[in-house]
């Protein structure tokens, strides 16, 4: 299993740019996140997904857009950069059935907009 | 709003010299706490989930313990394999859905 991939490592952006964060689980988790983390801030919930087809959002959606097609992908998309989303950027996976179950994270993404 | 706080914010320890990280929470009826384990670079490794006040998990020279308002990571004679940011995050009963609060993180050195 290769667990939580993320791609890709590093990226820079221009101010107004769009791009996609790729997230891909291969242990069949219902559950999946997206979440960002800022130096004094701690880990913050951006969207989540319970399934294919179902997205929620977290704690800091704002200018952030997910979907859910497949059990294993859930892409995070920037409709503009903004410098303020500079940040390392991390997805987590984890089953939902029987309580809460141990939380998977990928090696994150660090984002740089300029 | 849910809340957690960890300190110290950094801690360096002599190789052996144990200690303990602690976590305070204020949650609206805790449904579970969570301590991980982040190295540089990478992404938060999960270590345990504690459940209700009076609870201990132990894993190798860690062993986490949960009270009403706060939980401790005790290291037992640490190693600098130890050596990473701990955080602790709650998940709130009501209205907690799937959301993690997560603290700031403890960065621990461990030294020779």
Redesign the interface.
Known sequence: NAG?TQTPKFQVLKTGQSMTLQCAQDMNHE?M?WYRQDP??????IH?S?GAGIT?Q??VPNGYNVSRSTTEDFPLRLLSAAPSQTSVY?C?SRLLAGG?N???????TRLTVL | EDQ?TQSPEALRLQEGESSSLNCSYTVSGL??L?W?RQDP??????LF?LYSAGEEKEKERLKATLTKKESFLHITAPKPEDSATY?C?V?ARVGG?????????TQLKVEL
Request: aromatic share 20%; net charge neutral.
């Open positions: 939580v559950y996140s004094g801030m701690g880990l913050r919930l989540y319970v929620d977290g704690e991390f987590a809460y141990e939380q998977f994270f990928g090696p994150g | 957690v449904r579970g969570f991980y670079g990478k992404g938060p490794e999960f989930t955080l995050a998940q859905g799937n959301k993690l609060t997560f603290g700031t993180g």
